[in-house]
């Protein structure tokens, strides 16, 4: 994951450092194990590394229906978690497939303002924000999650370094400064994602066993790339898109769809 090759995303070979990869499980094609990696160990940190989640808890998944959510939302009830998750209309259905208890609509009205009039019987004991940095959401956290809960976040989708920086620093200032100033007093984490063996290894113990399965929303060839990218950034897959080099495995996978949600 931290490992700078200046090789691109897109390519028929990579050079990978041998303790950058573990063996694909057995139970998904190599199409549904080309999205698990950073979608999948970045909701693996998020969830037991950075909100340290338990048995028994609740917890709040923001954007349900990603890569990222879709896997968070796997993995947290898998470890016997009750989930609340956002989704869309459309998306809703695909959300609560993936294990939710509870989906929030974040079309009808903006998530926050819906948290804080319509707060949980009990608070939330956690936060996942897969979509980035929402200040909004953060801000209000009080509302909805406990005193002792945490807020864990990955960066957001933004044009620029400084763009993300930016946005990050706001947060983390309204986290650092004092109540009485108008700070939140709730825990704030951001993701710091690295290559970790142990962890992939325990990512793919969930897969093997069948409680997390990799969703696949749509599979491009290479040479409709562009048309790849124009799914990612509509923001209404559910779940990762692939592009895949070898054509042959292309039309593998259109002739026998792999496994999804």
Known sequence: MSQMTSQGALCHFVRVRADHC????????????????????????L????????AGQRIFINNGSGGVGSFAIQLAKASGCHVTATASSTTRNFVLRLGADEVVDYQTEPVAQFLVKNPPEILFDAIVDCHGLSPDLY??????LKPE???????PATPSLFATATA???LFGRALRP???????????????????????????FISSGKV???????FKFDDIFLAYERLMSGRAQGKVVVVVDSDLYVEQKHGKPKSI
Do not use: M
Not at 23 to 42: F, K
Not at 47 to 54: G, I, N, P, S
């Open 179 to 205: 109540a009485w100033l108008g700070g939140v007093s709730r825990n704030l984490r951001l993701l710091n994602l690295e290559n970790s063996k142990d962890d992939l290894r325990a990512l793919g113990d």
């Open 139 to 144: 801000n209000n956290c009080e509302h909805y």
């Open 47 to 54: 969830l037991f590394e950075d909100a340290k989640v338990k």
């Open 22 to 45: 573990v063996r694909r499980p057995h139970n998904v094609t190599p199409i549904q194990a080309a999205g698990v990696c950073l979608a999948g160990l970045s909701a693996y940190k």
């Open 168 to 170: 990050g620093a706001g």
């Open 149 to 155: 809960g945490i807020f864990a976040t990955v960066a």
């Open 213 to 219: 399965t990799p969703a696949v929303d749509s599979v």
